[in-house]
């Protein structure tokens, strides 16, 4: 483990915002990850871990505890129980698109979609990182995690981080407890070995993205490109001279909403139905089974509406920003807050809860934010 000098969030953030904390380490290693998680827990404290830096949004002032930074990589190919496929066990500070360029360069198939998706391997299960259609919980087995103040590292399977929409047990939520208070070491996936040959798209979200009208296999690489081609036209492409990427990527979710709530919205509103949950247990007392088991009841079920849409429809466009502010939305996606330039945490809250209050008077509901916040009120 390594002193760093504390240097600003705001040098380290996609978003470009936040001041030093008062201490910084670095783990090169698993080792030393562990060893220095430990000894914060020991001392007391407020803590966090910090990878890409491209899902947080850090407030102004100095962060009042440690910020650990996580600098293990490295990728290891092993045997899957299932007829054609592969495991990649990856470390978690791994560059996620270098993962990404990786198994598509040996057609392994999965993660393509992803591509382009800043930030590092172990933020992806936190986030249930997805594109186009894609998301990781499709091909994540486990994750090799720390618990607070837990003596030993341990492996999670996936079924037991509580994926869902952009969300699992290890996220952090804007005014909510985190339901799991852990540290990923590594991550494993299970991927399709496709080589050579490419595959058949089957995703609607991902054939309209790609443009694709029949169903002939297609190379990894040639949706790799096309999928950084369409990044790279909504700013959503890490780049130090454009602006539009000075972002945390969507800062607002999609609205996860009730069937009937959704009819209530214009239905030129893009929306997307929530797939149910197939595997729910019903659990019966002995003391009550009578020798047959109740007809579950059909649950309202839920979707998925564009918060870009709400945005935009709310009176809100590409490019806004308010008077003399830093901060802007993107000229090229209206999901996007970026910085403009020296824009402070205050500027781009202050964009934030602007934009959230003309969704809510427009359709009566509330964006919640995407990135982790530390030091930022909305």
């Not at 393509?112 to 259609?133: D, K, L, R």
């Not at 602006?243 to 893009?270: K, Y």
């Not at 934009?355 to 509901?365: D, F, K, N, T």
């Amino acid at each position: 483990m390594t002193q760093a000098a504390s240097v600003p969030l705001r040098e380290l953030t996609t978003l470009r915002t936040g001041a030093a904390p008062d201490i910084m380490r670095e783990a090169s290693s698993t080792t030393d990850l562990i060893a220095e998680l430990r000894s914060v827990w020991e001392r007391g404290g407020d803590w966090f871990v910090l990878g890409g830096g491209s899902n947080l949004f850090a407030g102004d002032e100095p962060f009042d505890g440690t910020v650990i930074r996580i600098l293990t990589s490295g990728i290891e190919e092993l045997p899957s129980p299932h007829e054609g496929r592969i495991r990649l066990r990856v470390q978690a500070g791994h560059s996620w698109d270098d993962l990404v360029a990786y198994a598509v360069g040996r057609g392994y198939a999965g993660i393509e979609a992803m591509s382009g998706i800043p930030g590092t391997v172990g933020a992806a299960p936190v986030q249930n990182v997805g594109a186009y259609g894609q998301e990781i919980q499709e091909t994540l087995v486990e994750v090799e995690l720390i618990d607070e103040h837990a003596e030993a590292p341990m492996v999670a399977p996936a079924a037991e981080l509580g994926l869902g929409f952009r969300t699992s047990v290890l996220k952090h939520h804007y005014g909510e407890a985190q339901g799991r208070r852990a540290v990923i070491l590594s991550v494993t996936l299970d991927l399709a070995v496709t080589g050579d040959a490419g595959r058949v798209v089957r995703g609607e979200q991902l054939r309209r993205a790609l443009g694709l009208e029949d169903y002939e296999p297609v190379p990894l690489s040639w949706v790799r490109s096309r999928i950084l081609q369409t990044r790279a036209a909504k700013g959503m492409l890490l780049d130090d001279a454009d602006p539009d990427t000075w972002s945390a990527g969507s800062f607002f979710q999609n609205a996860i909403v009730p069937e009937h709530v959704a009819r209530t919205l214009p239905p030129e509103c893009p929306r997307w139905p929530v797939e149910p949950d197939l595997d729910a247990v019903t659990v019966i007392p002995l003391d009550s089974y009578a020798g047959v088991s109740p007809r579950p009841e059909r649950p309202e079920g839920l979707v998925k509406v564009s918060a870009a849409w709400l945005i935009e429809n709310s009176g809100i466009r590409k490019g806004f920003s308010l008077p003399r502010s830093r901060a802007g939305v993107s000229t090229k996606h209206a999901l996007a807050l970026t910085n403009r330039g020296g824009a402070s945490a205050a500027e781009l809250s202050e964009l934030a809860r602007f934009i959230q209050s003309r969704v809510h008077a427009e359709y009566g509901l509330l964006l919640q934010p995407e990135p982790v916040l530390v030091g930022v009120d909305l």
